[in-house]
């Protein structure tokens, strides 16, 4: 059968770039190079594609000397990964590999919102993870929400806000956020995670400089009700019949699980299993499946609740449909808790995506006219 040729893609034009980076090292450092032929696919700030051996560490370093600029091509002809090549003649397409699965490492925008799923799907490429309209719903906050309550699963009260609106009438924006609930107050970029540019606001003053911060990474805004509640996870795996692994809890080493304490102090605690009741436990379980089912998710997500310390309420928070892979990553841990080691988890999120991609080969995209 031969090896299977996996490129690894990270990077990308993302305030989540250096999360990425990071996950794509624990990415290529499990992949068993018995099975699979691994290619590395870094993506710049700007949004160049390189390819190259330690391609990674090239762009963590900030030097991608000796790198190749390459590109996949929209063209269900031509599935592979091409290098772009500099002539006397002009630029050429040089055929590097075929490729037998995509593996996105990108969080954020254009990677983990539908963008990148669109061009591999023009591609007909098998990819892991979700398609389209998974990525682009779980990665919209303000939409997600919606989808969410039209699915009777409850959700945090919020109201959404455009860049716009702040810039031309941020008082008035004040406003509209104090009529939803008293402080303190969440603002978040819709279409963005790893917690970048979230701000806990106590205050009039805090939720001026909060708006301005979250602004500057989405020209849609979410504001929340701020909920003093547990940070319960989840992770799911499969396509049409997915599972939902064990629950795990966050202990934020800080006023909420901000990304410096995801990933710059590694501070926060983890409790694997959450100390939940039996009820309960199942209950956030089916509830993290429906949501997945209810976005069309695929392959892998992530799915973060709270629950409301007061009355004791679950509430969904997000899905993450790229989910970190980091070494204090919760999704692998969940599952190395549920019994699917890291490097088993790989493997099989590489045959949900060539079982998808077999799937969607059924599709007709001829109209056959009957007699």
């Not at 090896?3 to 990270?10: C, G, N």
């Not at 979250?214 to 996870?233: H, P, S």
């Not at 679950?314 to 204090?328: A, K, W, Y």
């Amino acid at each position: 059968m031969g090896k299977k040729r996996i490129a690894v893609i990270f990077g990308g034009r993302s305030g989540e770039h250096e999360v990425s980076l990071t996950s794509a090292r624990s990415v290529l450092s499990i992949l068993d190079r018995e099975k699979y032929e691994v290619f590395e696919v870094g993506i710049t700030h700007e949004g160049a594609w390189l390819t190259g051996a330690q391609a990674r560490e090239k762009l963590e370093k900030g030097d991608p000397e000796g790198l190749t600029p390459c590109t996949i091509l929209p063209d269900p002809s031509k599935p592979a990964l091409y290098a772009l090549r500099v002539t006397d003649y002009g630029t050429i397409l040089e055929h590097l590999t075929d490729i037998d699965v995509i593996f996105p490492v990108l969080h954020g925008t254009f990677g983990e919102d539908g963008t990148m799923q669109g061009l591999l799907e023009l591609a007909d490429l098998a990819y892991v993870g979700a398609g389209v309209t998974g990525s682009s719903v779980g990665m919209d906050k303000g939409v997600f929400k919606d989808v969410m309550r039209a699915n009777s699963i409850p959700v945090v009260e919020s109201v959404l806000v455009l860049r716009s609106e702040i810039e031309k009438d941020i008082e008035g924006v004040i406003r509209r956020a104090e009529a939803l609930a008293p402080y303190p107050l969440f603002v978040k970029p819709a279409n963005l995670g790893s917690s970048v540019g979230i701000s806990k606001c106590n205050n009039r003053s805090d939720l001026a400089e909060g708006l301005m911060e979250a602004a500057a990474y989405d020209r849609r805004i979410l504001i929340e009700r701020g909920v003093e509640a547990r940070e319960i996870e989840v992770s799911v795996l499969g396509n049409d019949a997915p599972e939902a692994s064990v629950p795990g809890e966050i202990l934020p080493s800080r006023e909420f699980y901000s990304y410096e304490s995801k990933y710059v102090d590694g501070t926060s605690g983890l409790l694997i299993p959450a100390p939940l009741p039996e009820e309960t436990g199942a209950e956030i379980r089916r509830m993290a499946v429906t949501a997945y089912k209810a976005i069309d998710c695929a392959g892998m997500a992530r799915v973060d609740f709270f629950l409301e310390k007061s009355s004791g309420r679950i509430m969904l928070n997000e899905v993450n449909t790229i989910p970190g892979f980091t070494s204090i990553s919760m999704y692998p841990r969940l599952w190395e808790a549920s019994g699917l080691p890291y490097a088993a988890l790989v493997d099989r999120l590489i045959e949900l995506a060539l079982e998808r991609k077999a799937d969607r080969d059924r599709t007709e995209h001829r109209f056959r006219r009957t007699a």
